[in-house]
């Protein structure tokens, strides 16, 4: 049986938890409903609904654990949360080697979530194309590099991520033209470092907001030419 440190009652519509907090808690539906989603652009997806009996929660042992996705009482709904200080000690009584195991599935099971929904978010064409781009964090200039380029947005190889949602002007510096072209964008998504292939860079998505037409012109060029050319 498990041991609950305290039961919570959601009222239908109440968020639990959302996708991209930092989320340390393990949860089983004693009555009621879940839903689990995730932001696909500006659309929300429906990853799963989970009715009594059903455990939801992330966690990680070493360090706090991004939400891969929200969760919303679809009506009123009770909750267990599990006692993460007995979870932490029965996970640490296994071998070094299942432990090793057991963390090993949680986070690819995220990464999976994360990669699958990001795939599914691409409508536009995309080439690639290594180029530099620049933005600022906390006033100071950043050079990055993007190889991932449709007409719609990018992704971006750095050492120094922005927040996801974060608004911001990006420059990306095109072939053939001295000065960047500025786009005001958003970052959809940061991923962190693999260290299973020991990489010490974030990538980060970016979706264009909005340039101007001229611009708009020279990136559908650009990118259209690429991708006939490959």
Same mark, same amino acid.
């Given at each position: 049986?498990?041991?609950?440190? !305290?039961?919570?009652?959601?009222? /239908?519509?109440?968020?639990?938890?959302? /996708?991209?907090?930092?989320?340390?808690?393990?949860?089983?539906?004693?009555?009621?409903?879940?839903?689990?989603?995730? $932001?696909?652009? @500006?659309?929300?997806?429906?990853?799963?609904?989970?009715?009594?009996?059903?455990?939801?929660?992330?966690? +990680?042992?070493?360090?706090?654990?991004?939400?891969?996705? =929200?969760?919303?009482?679809?009506?009123?709904? =009770?909750?267990?949360?599990?006692?993460?200080?007995?979870?932490?000690?029965?996970?640490?009584?296994?071998?070094? &080697?299942?432990?090793?195991?057991? $963390?090993?599935?949680?986070?690819? !099971?995220?990464?999976?979530?994360?990669?699958?929904? /990001?795939?599914?978010? @691409?409508?536009?064409?995309?080439? @690639?194309?290594?180029?530099?781009?620049?933005?600022?964090? +906390?006033?100071?200039?950043?050079?990055?590099?993007?190889? +991932?380029?449709?007409?719609?947005?990018?992704?971006?190889? =750095?050492?120094?991520?922005?927040?996801?949602?974060?608004?911001?002007?990006?420059?990306?510096?095109?072939?053939?033209?001295? &000065?960047?072209?500025?786009?005001?964008?958003?970052?959809?998504?940061?991923?962190?470092? &693999? /260290?299973?292939?020991?990489?010490?860079?974030? @990538?980060?998505?970016?979706?264009?907001?909005?340039?101007?037409?001229? +611009?708009?012109? $020279?990136?559908?060029?650009?990118?259209?030419?690429?991708?006939?050319?490959?």
């Amino acid at each position: 049986m498990f041991t609950f440190t !305290s039961e919570v009652t959601y009222k /239908e519509g109440r968020i639990i938890f959302e /996708e991209g907090s930092s989320e340390e808690s393990v949860y089983v539906i004693l009555s009621g409903s879940v839903e689990l989603s995730k $932001m696909i652009g @500006r659309k929300k997806v429906v990853v799963e609904i989970l009715r009594k009996g059903g455990i939801f929660g992330e966690v +990680d042992l070493y360090r706090p654990f991004k939400s891969a996705t =929200t969760a919303r009482a679809i009506r009123r709904t =009770t909750l267990g949360l599990i006692d993460r200080d007995l979870m932490f000690k029965e996970i640490n009584n296994l071998s070094s &080697d299942f432990r090793s195991v057991f $963390m090993a599935l949680l986070k690819r !099971s995220k990464k999976i979530v994360d990669t699958t929904c /990001e795939l599914s978010s @691409r409508k536009e064409p995309r080439v @690639r194309k290594n180029l530099a781009v620049t933005y600022k964090v +906390d006033k100071s200039s950043v050079t990055a590099c993007s190889n +991932d380029i449709s007409t719609r947005g990018l992704s971006v190889i =750095t050492k120094k991520p922005l927040r996801k949602g974060e608004a911001f002007f990006l420059g990306l510096k095109m072939p053939g033209l001295i &000065d960047p072209v500025n786009i005001n964008s958003e970052v959809a998504w940061v991923r962190e470092p &693999d /260290e299973e292939k020991g990489e010490g860079v974030f @990538r980060m998505g970016v979706r264009f907001l909005e340039m101007s037409e001229q +611009d708009n012109d $020279m990136l559908n060029h650009y990118v259209n030419t690429v991708r006939l050319c490959n």
